[in-house]
């Protein structure tokens, strides 16, 4: 068995253990694969283990890694900043974004989605603790974002992504994910239909999972470390 394979199965016992823990079912939270820096043959082994889809932070690479892998039946994020020179090449190869968190961006992706596509997948950044060098709007704008993001044909608003700076332990650590679980509860009884809690890496996916994520980001675990 390949290495991929292994941390594969490696990440999937580690999601499992964590929902047991938190009280949830393993099948409420998706493992995203996070490719970036590692070519399409590392994405080719880990989609013959059964992985199909995957995150990528820089956009031209990404584009050329779809682009070789389109044969294969693979679902791509971006997971990214996005510049305003770059979202009509993420409104036309990516199927969801993670990183919207500001209007005039999800305004290029929705003019900029081929109609003959499906509607591109879209969340929100949350900059749910003030990190300095951390994208994402601030949590008290993201409900009005929301709301303009919503009604912008070729998206579809599915949820808040977020990445916080380290937490100085575990408690600390499911106390800021508990705060992004909170505002997407909010949102919802305000109006919303969110299903998406994008949050936890290699090294905090168990307290995101105990926070209430349904989507964990993980790369070098299973790829290894970058260079």
């Not at 995203?32 to 990528?56: I, M, N």
Request: net charge positive; hydrophobic share 45%; with cysteine.
């Amino acid at each position: 068995m390949t290495t991929i394979a292994t941390n594969l199965q490696r990440i999937h016992a580690r999601i499992e253990n964590a929902c047991r823990v938190a009280g949830r079912h393993p099948e409420s939270v998706s493992l995203l694969a996070v490719s970036k820096t590692f070519g399409a043959d590392a994405v080719a082994q880990a989609h013959a283990a059964g992985q199909t889809a995957f995150g990528e932070n820089y956009i031209q690479e990404a584009v050329e890694k779809i682009t070789a892998l389109a044969q294969l039946s693979l679902q791509w994020h971006c997971i990214g900043p996005i510049q305003s020179n770059k979202s009509r090449l993420v409104a036309e190869h990516f199927d969801w974004v993670h990183t919207v968190d500001r209007l005039k961006i999800a305004q290029r992706l929705s003019e900029q989605r081929p109609a003959n596509l499906a509607p591109l997948q879209v969340c929100i950044q949350v900059n749910v603790d003030a990190g300095l060098n951390k994208s994402g709007i601030a949590p008290n704008n993201a409900l009005k974002l929301a709301q303009a993001v919503a009604k912008l044909p070729g998206l579809r608003l599915r949820g808040l992504m977020c990445i916080p700076e380290p937490a100085p332990d575990f408690i600390a650590c499911c106390a800021v994910f508990t705060r992004v679980r909170a505002l997407f509860d909010h949102m919802n009884s305000a109006g919303m239909s969110l299903d998406t809690l994008s949050m936890g890496m290699s090294a905090d996916l168990e307290a995101a999972i105990a926070g209430g994520s349904t989507m964990v980001r993980v790369g070098s675990a299973i790829f290894g470390k970058r260079s």
